[in-house]
């Protein structure tokens, strides 16, 4: 039997849903009951039934699955598979900054440790980040971190003046350049382009998106779950896609007759791609590697993510 196969007959066996982020292996999604953006991701994993949720993705987001879901087993297949974003800032970080803003509302992406998430007035994802920052009264400061692209845009998209914005970054993303962009959208005419708001060139071309326009451009700033969505349903035939290039195989499964151009081929995120069949196997097989999140930060964390789960 192969591989594939044993995971579908193991993970129902053993009562397992498995959860897979837009940027994994095509195996993996080809496994997955589910593929999704993080807020999507977490969606699910508050919903689902099953007794154990294989999570292959990131570690941050299986610590969300574990807050959300605290009477279910949630694995991961390697604990390394960390985020370079999540790792720009500290819980003791994020005290600190706390007290140099008394009274401010603190905003924190999803690609957090579960002990910042803690630490927050609302988590966000990069698909509800602008109406989350929309819903915060005018006159309170707004501290958002890690990321300082969706940082910016968040601030341009929302016209606020009193926020601050933490200069943490994704390697990936911020290793995505204009130029990559402008090449590609040079060779492909006539192709739609959609960014993720975490990429470095977000800042430069922040006014064109938000009249939704790029040097005469069709452009749609999007979380990679927005991404999948809108190309199902535009006209168009070409896209060139800023974000890491996991998300090309189900775009191009979904949409055979569109093509999809990626702003830079290099934009590979090494955490994402270290969960593998094998592994994933293993973890199903041995149970491991349980990710468990003690219970007051849980507790705490928990009432941040559940706003952002309730503002889409
Ligand atoms: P999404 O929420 O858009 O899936 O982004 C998560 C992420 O880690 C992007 O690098
Ligand atoms: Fe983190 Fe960037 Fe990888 Fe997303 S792509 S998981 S933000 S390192």
Excluded at 87 to 95: F, S
Aim: glycine content about 4%.
């Amino acid at each position: 039997m192969s591989l594939k196969s044993e995971i579908l007959k193991l993970k129902k066996e053993k009562d397992v849903v498995i959860l897979a982020h837009n940027y994994q292996i095509p195996d993996i999604q080809d496994v997955a009951d589910y593929v999704g953006d993080s807020l999507g991701l977490a969606r699910q994993a508050a919903k689902t039934d099953n007794n154990t949720i294989l999570f292959c993705g990131v570690h941050f987001m299986a610590e969300t699955a574990a807050i959300i879901s605290p009477h279910k087993k949630v694995l991961i297949p390697d604990l390394e598979a960390g985020c370079s974003l999540s790792d720009t800032i500290t819980a003791e970080q994020l005290r600190k900054w706390k007290s140099e803003h008394p009274g401010a509302v603190t905003v924190g992406y999803v690609n957090t440790t579960a002990e910042v998430k803690a630490e927050l007035d609302y988590c966000c994802t990069s698909s509800n980040a602008v109406n989350i920052v929309k819903a915060i009264p005018d006159d309170k400061q707004v501290l958002f971190l890690p990321d300082m692209f969706l940082g910016s845009y968040v601030s341009k998209m929302t016209n606020r003046k009193n926020m601050y914005i933490w200069a943490g970054e994704c390697h990936v993303h911020a290793g995505i350049k204009s130029q990559d962009i402008q090449e590609k959208l040079n060779q492909y005419a006539k192709a739609e382009f959609l960014i993720h708001p975490e990429c470095s060139c977000t800042t430069s071309i922040m006014y064109d998106v938000a009249v939704g326009d790029y040097k005469g451009r069709q452009v749609q700033m999007l979380s990679t779950q927005g991404m999948m969505d809108y190309v199902k349903q535009s006209k168009s035939q070409d896209f060139v896609i800023a974000t890491e290039t996991g998300i090309l195989y189900r775009m191009r499964q979904q949409n055979p007759e569109k093509r999809f151009i990626p702003a830079s081929e290099t934009a590979e995120c090494q955490y994402m791609k270290m969960i593998t069949l094998e592994n994933a196997y293993a973890s199903l097989m041995e149970d491991k590697y349980q990710v468990t999140v003690p219970p007051e930060i849980a507790r705490k964390a928990r009432i941040a993510i559940d706003r952002m789960l309730s503002i889409s």
